[in-house]
C-alpha cells in the first residue's frame, strides 16, 4: 500500500471506502482516467454543511491496489452545498493544451465552472441569469450535454431550466419548464432534453420547438413530486425516475408515455438516486434510505410478482448518491454520511 | 374557460354559499372544479369556487400570526424568489399565497428595502446579464388511449421497434427537419406497427395520426385527451391566479 493512502480506507477484494471530514452529497466520476495516471479514477465529492461555506474536494481510486489517494491541491471552497458536480463528458484527449486539465461544473447558487488541472483547481467562470441581482433561485441539478459539451442545462427551484453556452458564457435558452420547482434535468440528445418537477411530471423538451413540450409521464397521485432523472444513454427510449418517499424505481418508455413499463418496487425506504450502467442498456442501479444498493436487470417480460434485483449491497447508512463509473464500468460508487465507498459489480 | 353564461353571481360569498361549498368538497373532494358549482348548487363559475376553496375554506388553512421561523423563511425565499408568492407559500405548511404576499407587503417590505442596501456581496456577483425571453413552453399531454401499451407488452415493443428500425420505412422520413436530423423521440412516440395505428384511428377518430400524408416536421402531434382538458384547464387557472395574487 502507497504511503500517501489514508489509514481510514477500509479494503477488501470488493470494496473501499474513502472516509471524508464532511457529510458528503454531491459526487461525480471523471470519464477520463486521471492525467498523472492513466489507471487512477478522479472523483470529486461535495460536502453538506448547513452553511455557507462547503468544500469540494477531488481524490483519486486506483482499482489496481484498491487504494484512494487524497490530493490536497485539488480541494476548494463552495459556496453552499454543491447540489451536483459533474466533470465534463467526452472530453477529446487529443485537445491540445487542456489534456492535463479537465472541467468541473457545480451547481448551487449558480453554475459554477472549474479547471482541474494536475495540481491545482482554478475557478473559470461563474454563471448566473438571474435578471436582477437582489434574487437568484438555486439550482437544483444540471446535466452536461455529451453530443454538445459547450450545452449544459440547469433546473431550478423558480419552475425554470435554462441552457447555456459555456463557451460564449450566455444563456441559449431559458424556459418556464415546470409548474413547480424543477428538480432534475437530463439530455437525450444535442437539442433534447427532459426535466422532472414538483408538479409530478415528466416533461421533453426540443430546443428546435421552443413553443411545446410534452408530458411523457405524471405521478399517480397528482403532485407528488418526481426527485430525479435519468435518461438511458445506451438506449434512449428508456428513462427512469423517482418519487418523493417512494420506494419504487419508475421505468419509462417514451413510446408508451404515461404508463410506465417497469416499476421496480424491492427498496424498504425511499429512493435517493438512480444510475443507468454505461455500456448496457438494461442495466440501472439504484439506492436509497434503506442502505441498500440495488442492481437491476430489467427483463423482456416483467414476471407477475414484480422484479427482483440482480444483486443487493448494504452500505452502512442512508445512501444518498450513486454513481457508475463509466471509465471503469466495474466499479460503482456510492455517498452515505460522510463515506464515499466504491462497489465492483 | 366559462362560456358566456348568464348571470354568474360575483362579488363576496355569502355564508349559504360557502356551506354548500364546503359540503359539496367534503362528499366529492376538491377537484374536478368544473363539476363542483352543479353538484353544489352554486351559481358560481369553476375558477370562484376553487379560489373560495384555496384560500378561505379548505381546512388546511393556517390563519393567525405568523410564527418568526416562517417570517424569517419568507423573508430568505423572498430573496431568493421575489414575488413568487405561490411558491413561497408552497414552502410554509398551511399558509396561502394571499396571506404571505399581504403579510408581507405590511410587514415586511419597507424593512427589507432597507436590507438590501447592504445585501451579502457574495450574492451580487459581477455583471447583470442582458435581459432574457423566458419562453413558456405549451405542454402537450399526450393520449394514453393512442398507445395501447402496457407493461406486459414490453416485449412487443421492444420486437416491433427492432423491426421497424431494421425497414426503414417512409413514415421515418417525415420526421427529419430542415436540418436533416431525425426528431428522434418524436418519431418513437410514434413508431407502432401499422395496424397500432389503423386500430388507434379506429378508436379516436378526432386524433389525426395520418403517417402517409404530406406531414411535415413542424405539424407536431397534438392530441389532448378528453380528461386531461380539465386539467389544462387548471393550468390556465393557475396562470390566472398568478395574476391575481401578482398584480
Not at chain 1, 455557507?52 to 485539488?74: A, E, G, M, W
Not at chain 1, 453552499?80 to 468541473?104: A, D, G, H, V
Not at chain 1, 437582489?134 to 459547450?150: Q, R
Not at chain 1, 421552443?210 to 432523472?229: F, G, M, V
Request: glycine share 4%.
Amino acid at each position: 500500500m502507497e504511503n500517501s493512502t489514508q489509514e481510514s480506507h477500509l479494503r477488501s477484494d470488493n470494496s473501499v471506502t474513502y472516509e471524508s471530514p464532511y457529510t458528503v452529497y454531491a459526487m461525480a466520476l471523471s470519464p477520463t482516467p486521471s492525467p498523472a495516471n492513466l489507471n487512477h479514477q478522479r472523483i470529486a465529492l461535495g460536502s453538506f454543511l448547513e452553511e455557507y461555506n462547503n468544500r469540494v474536494d477531488i481524490i483519486s481510486f486506483d482499482p489496481d491496489s484498491l487504494s484512494v489517494k487524497t490530493h490536497p491541491t485539488l480541494s476548494f471552497d463552495h459556496p453552499y452545498p454543491p447540489t451536483k458536480l459533474m466533470f465534463q463528458p467526452n472530453r477529446k484527449s487529443s485537445s491540445s493544451s487542456s489534456s492535463s486539465s479537465e472541467l468541473l461544473a457545480s451547481s448551487g447558487d449558480y453554475l459554477r465552472l472549474w479547471e482541474v488541472r494536475e495540481s491545482s483547481i482554478e475557478p473559470l467562470s461563474v454563471l448566473n441569469n438571474s435578471k436582477t441581482s437582489e434574487f437568484c433561485a438555486p439550482l437544483t441539478s444540471f446535466d452536461w450535454n455529451d453530443v454538445e459539451p459547450k450545452r449544459i442545462g440547469t433546473s431550478s427551484i423558480d419552475t425554470t431550466c435554462t441552457i447555456w453556452d459555456i463557451e460564449k458564457c450566455v444563456v441559449e435558452t431559458q424556459l418556464i419548464a415546470h409548474d413547480k420547482e424543477v428538480y432534475d434535468i437530463a439530455w437525450g440528445e444535442a437539442r433534447v432534453f427532459a426535466s422532472v418537477s414538483a408538479d409530478g411530471s415528466v416533461r421533453i423538451f426540443d430546443l428546435r420547438d421552443k413553443e411545446h413540450s410534452t408530458i411523457i409521464y405524471e405521478s399517480p397521485q397528482p403532485d407528488t413530486p418526481l426527485l430525479r432523472l435519468a435518461w438511458n444513454k445506451q438506449d434512449l427510449k428508456y428513462m427512469a425516475t423517482i418519487q418523493m418517499d417512494s420506494n419504487k424505481v419508475v421505468i419509462l418508455d417514451i413510446r408508451s408515455p404515461t404508463m410506465p413499463v417497469a416499476e421496480l418496487e424491492r427498496h424498504q425506504a425511499s429512493v435517493n438516486a438512480i444510475t443507468w450502467a454505461p455500456q448496457s442498456s438494461k442495466h440501472i442501479c439504484s439506492a436509497g434510505d434503506d442502505t441498500q444498493a440495488l442492481i437491476w436487470e430489467l427483463p423482456t417480460v416483467a414476471g407477475p410478482n414484480g422484479i427482483d434485483p440482480l444483486c443487493v449491497y448494504s452500505a452502512g447508512s442512508e445512501i444518498n448518491q450513486l454513481q457508475w463509473s463509466a471509465a471503469q464500468p466495474d466499479w460503482i460508487a456510492i455517498a452515505f454520511s460522510n463515506k464515499m465507498q466504491l462497489l465492483k459489480v | 374557460m366559462e362560456g358566456p353564461s348568464v348571470s354568474v353571481r360575483k362579488g363576496a360569498w355569502t355564508e349559504e354559499e360557502d356551506i354548500l361549498l364546503k359540503k359539496c368538497i367534503e362528499k366529492y373532494g376538491a377537484g374536478e372544479w368544473h363539476l363542483v358549482s352543479a353538484r353544489a348548487g352554486l351559481n358560481r363559475c369553476r375558477k370562484s369556487c376553487r379560489l373560495r376553496w384555496l384560500n378561505y375554506l379548505s381546512p388546511n388553512i393556517r390563519r393567525g400570526v405568523f410564527t418568526n421561523d416562517e417570517v424569517d423563511l419568507i423573508i430568505r425565499l423572498h430573496k431568493l424568489l421575489g414575488n413568487r408568492w405561490s411558491l413561497i407559500a408552497g414552502r410554509l405548511a398551511g399558509r396561502t399565497a394571499n396571506d404571505v404576499k399581504n403579510y408581507y407587503n405590511t410587514h415586511l417590505l419597507k424593512k427589507n428595502v432597507d436590507r438590501s442596501l447592504d445585501l451579502d456581496p457574495r450574492l451580487n456577483p459581477s455583471d447583470p446579464k442582458l435581459n432574457i425571453k423566458v419562453i413558456k413552453p405549451r405542454p402537450q399531454i399526450l393520449s394514453k388511449k393512442s398507445f395501447p401499451i402496457c407493461s406486459n407488452e414490453y416485449m412487443k415493443i421492444n420486437t416491433t421497434a427492432a423491426a421497424a428500425s431494421s425497414t426503414s420505412t417512409p413514415a421515418s422520413d417525415n420526421f427529419l427537419n430542415e436540418n436533416g436530423e431525425i426528431m428522434w423521440w418524436e418519431n418513437l412516440m410514434m413508431n407502432e406497427d401499422e395496424t397500432d395505428y389503423q386500430l388507434q384511428q379506429g378508436l379516436t377518430d378526432d386524433i389525426d395520426l395520418s403517417v402517409s400524408g404530406e406531414q411535415t416536421a413542424n405539424e407536431k402531434l397534438e392530441v389532448i385527451e378528453e380528461d386531461n382538458c380539465d386539467s389544462l384547464g387548471e393550468l390556465y387557472l393557475d396562470d390566472e391566479l398568478w395574476n391575481l395574487v401578482n398584480p
